[in-house]
């Protein structure tokens, strides 16, 4: 019987920082989620509001990718699926510092969830996709299925603000903006969601291309 490969270093390291990032996103999830029930008239309630959230949907998938990495998965390894929720992750960072974050001022508790959710985990993220996902795998048509998620979302968080009259983003509230305003805005973020990840891909091939040996 041949005897265990030893696991290289630097995938020991990467699983360790695939649980501590996977810890912090549950946490904030969590935080998120006592929260609302506290706030919202039901558990029910409270977990369809919870449910609403690009930002809280899109975590998740963080969280799970990261519990899966930390076991050794494969498929959330993977350079396509890893830079598409790359892509997804740091949209959230880049939409709510621009658009969201003027809006509230959240403490206690909030401010922790705020934190994590928007801040923390995202960075973590794409440092941890950055060190840690082999280089140089990706296509520029990998962009255009990526785009599917957040169109998907789109349409949901619309049909569930005409069910529900509530809206997630005050940027997709038809009832205040108007049908057409939405669409744009939709298109734009579709546009957002397109540019980062052009640039993700990018930095993939860049990052990953072979470094030319000087002639002897």
Same mark, same amino acid.
């Given at each position: ?20 990032? #996977?810890? +912090? ?8 989620? $006592? ?9 029910? !309630? ?6 609403? /959230? ?13 519990? !899966?990495? !930390? ?5 959330? !390894? ?11 992750? #740091? ?6 510092? &621009? ?18 959710? $928007? ?7 794409? &440092? ?20 599917? /998620?957040?169109?998907? /979302? ?19 509230? &038809?009832?205040? +903006?108007? #049908?057409?305003?939405? #669409? ?33």
């Amino acid at each position: 019987m041949n005897p265990p490969v030893a696991e290289p270093q630097r995938a020991r390291i990467g699983r360790a920082v695939a649980a501590l990032i #996977a810890a +912090l996103g549950w946490l904030a999830l969590a935080i998120q989620l $006592h929260i609302l029930i506290c706030s919202a008239p039901t558990i029910t !309630a409270a977990v369809v509001k919870f449910l609403g /959230y690009f930002t809280i949907l899109t975590n998740i998938l963080i969280a799970v990718s990261m519990t !899966a990495c !930390a076991r050794r998965s494969g498929f959330f !390894a993977r350079p396509a699926v890893s830079a598409a929720l790359a892509t997804y992750i #740091a949209t959230v960072l880049l939409v709510y510092e &621009v658009l969201l974050r003027s809006l509230w001022q959240p403490t206690g508790l909030q401010f922790v969830a705020d934190i994590l959710l $928007h801040d923390i985990v995202p960075i973590a993220y794409v &440092v941890w996709w950055l060190a840690f996902i082999p280089r140089g795998q990706l296509q520029w048509r990998d962009v255009w299925p990526w785009l599917l /998620y957040p169109a998907g /979302y789109a349409l949901y968080a619309i049909v569930r603000g005409e069910l529900l009259g509530d809206y997630p983003y005050p940027f997709i509230d &038809v009832i205040a +903006l108007g #049908a057409l305003p939405v #669409a744009l805005n939709v298109a734009l973020l579709l546009v957002l969601f397109a540019g980062i990840g052009f640039l993700f891909v990018a930095v993939d091939r860049v990052i990953g291309r072979p470094v030319p040996r000087a002639a002897p």
